[in-house]
């Protein structure tokens, strides 16, 4: 749902910054790892420690590095694949470590097993998400399908925490964490519903 506004992104927005990384030198691997370190503790240091909204703006300075990565790389004229494999690798450490820092704030501070099984759902269902397609890719079928892929887990996830800490309204991410479980579950049924499609296709098409 959010990929149609990634080329705005990347060739307005992140643009100077784009230009001053490659200026400089910065591999676009620097700017995938600096960005998951960086999404990483903030999850992990500022919603550990009850700070949610300033954990959220840590964490956003640094998420945008999944959009210049790949510009930087493409703009450079790079040929091999790896910067794929390492940025899609790390994602799923950022993921791991922005649903579990959430799920250690409902630990700790709001004390709420509910809200902190419904992180680890979307945790564990935002994994399977990627590696259905992955899988999928492997064995030559298309799963690139769902209602619930990464870019929209992260902004529904990112902005109504912002706005339950700030302005005291915890039910917006309430609301935000049973979305997301139920369109994380929906994506994964709906990759896997695809992947048979395509499979029965194949082998009927080969008897």
């Known amino acids: 749902m959010l990929d149609r506004f990634k080329q705005f992104w990347q060739g ?7 230009n001053l990384f490659i ?6 691997d620097v700017v995938t790892l600096v960005g998951t370190l960086g999404v990483s503790f903030g999850a992990l240091f500022f919603f550990a420690q009850g700070w949610v909204w300033q954990g959220v703006l840590f964490i956003t300075a640094f ?4 959009l210049i990565d790949g510009a930087m790389a493409r703009k450079t004229g790079r040929k091999d694949d790896f910067g794929a494999f390492l940025d899609s690798t790390l994602d799923r450490i950022a993921d791991g470590a922005l649903f579990g820092g959430l799920a250690l704030f409902f630990a700790w501070h709001r004390e709420s097993h509910l809200y902190l099984v419904l992180c680890l759902v979307i945790l ?3 994994a399977v998400t990627s590696y259905a397609r992955a899988k999928a890719d492997h064995l ?5 399908v769902g209602i619930a892929e ?4 992260l902004v529904g ?6 706005f339950a800490d700030l302005l005291d309204l915890w039910w ?3 609301v935000s964490l049973w979305a997301l479980a139920a369109a994380a579950t929906v994506t994964v049924v709906q990759r896997i519903w695809v992947v048979r499609r395509q499979a029965l296709a194949r082998a009927a098409a080969q008897a």
């Open 63 to 66: 998420v945008f590095s999944d």
């Open 12 to 18: 307005v927005m992140l643009a100077p910054f784009i």
């Open 150 to 153: 990464r870019p929209d887990r």
């Open 157 to 162: 996830m990112l902005v109504p925490a912002f």
């Open 140 to 144: 030559g079928y298309d799963a690139k």
């Open 23 to 28: 200026r400089l030198g910065i591999s676009p």
């Open 124 to 126: 564990v269902m935002g």
């Open 172 to 174: 917006l991410l309430y």
